[in-house]
């Protein structure tokens, strides 16, 4: 009677652990974007990182992340170019889609990458979340991370115009979740400071670094601090706005 009792013991745990297991079944994520979220070569001597390039970090093992952002592609030129049409293919129902555009939008001088705000680049947005459902996909829209752009003053400056306040029109007009990046990323900005501040991005004199031999001011791109910086950032907000994504998060451990 008593083996009995541990068999049927045996068998509950198993099936508890079962469950647990399809609990947390794994997912998958693409990303689609620009530079500041994109791979990058050569990490272990590049000090340029984008923040989707470390995410797998804050996520457990169920979560499969894809980053197929690239350096300087806009929402126009991403598709283009068709990196949007290897992820499309690839879809499958269930997968997550993190979309963020908006540095390279901006760039006026460039008919290839260039989109008005108000027009192109909002039905560009539209179009993505609409192909992102049609596959039984789910969208995330992200807002670009801020640029170090302090004045005199010490202020920080706003560097992308509209494009962010799109992004959220369109996440707002079609039931989206929407990651505003900019906001936390210029909170996160000002707590370093002016200078410290430097740290996030890749600032280094003379010789100082072997990548950048000849030094290097870019206050646009993330260093790996910064990179884990704003990936930390963006998990904790999926936590709040996309409540599946929870469970997942190394965060909430």
């Not at 907000?237 to 965060?251: F, G, M, Q, T």
């Amino acid at each position: 009677m008593k083996l009995n009792n541990f068999i049927i013991l045996i068998l509950f745990f198993w099936s508890c652990s079962a469950l647990k297991t399809n609990d947390t079944q794994s997912i998958t994520i693409y990303m689609i974007g620009d530079s500041t979220m994109a791979n990058k070569k050569n990490p272990n001597s590049n000090p340029e990182h984008g923040w989707g390039q470390v995410l797998p970090n804050f996520f457990t093992e169920n979560v499969i992340i894809k980053n197929h952002a690239v350096n300087g592609r806009s929402s126009k030129s991403f598709r283009d170019l068709k990196h949007w049409k290897a992820v499309l293919d690839s879809l499958q129902k269930g997968d997550y889609v993190f979309i963020q555009f908006g540095h390279n939008d901006s760039k006026d001088t460039d008919p290839k990458r260039y989109t008005n705000p108000q027009t192109s680049y909002r039905y560009n947005l539209m179009r993505y979340v609409e192909e992102t459902r049609a596959k039984g996909a789910i969208p995330v829209l992200f807002s670009s991370i801020a640029r170090r752009k302090f004045n005199a003053e010490g202020v920080l400056l706003d560097s992308h115009g509209n494009y962010t306040l799109i992004t959220r029109l369109v996440a707002q007009e079609m039931d989206v979740p929407f990651i505003d990046l900019q906001y936390t990323t210029e909170q996160l900005e000002e707590t370093y400071g002016v200078e410290a501040s430097k740290k996030l991005h890749l600032h280094f004199k003379k010789g100082e670094n072997e990548y950048f031999p000849d030094g290097i001011e870019d206050n646009t791109h993330l260093s790996k601090l910064g990179a884990n910086e704003v990936a930390t950032l963006a998990v904790k907000e999926l936590s709040k706005k996309v409540p599946a994504l929870k469970d997942y998060s190394k965060l909430n451990e």
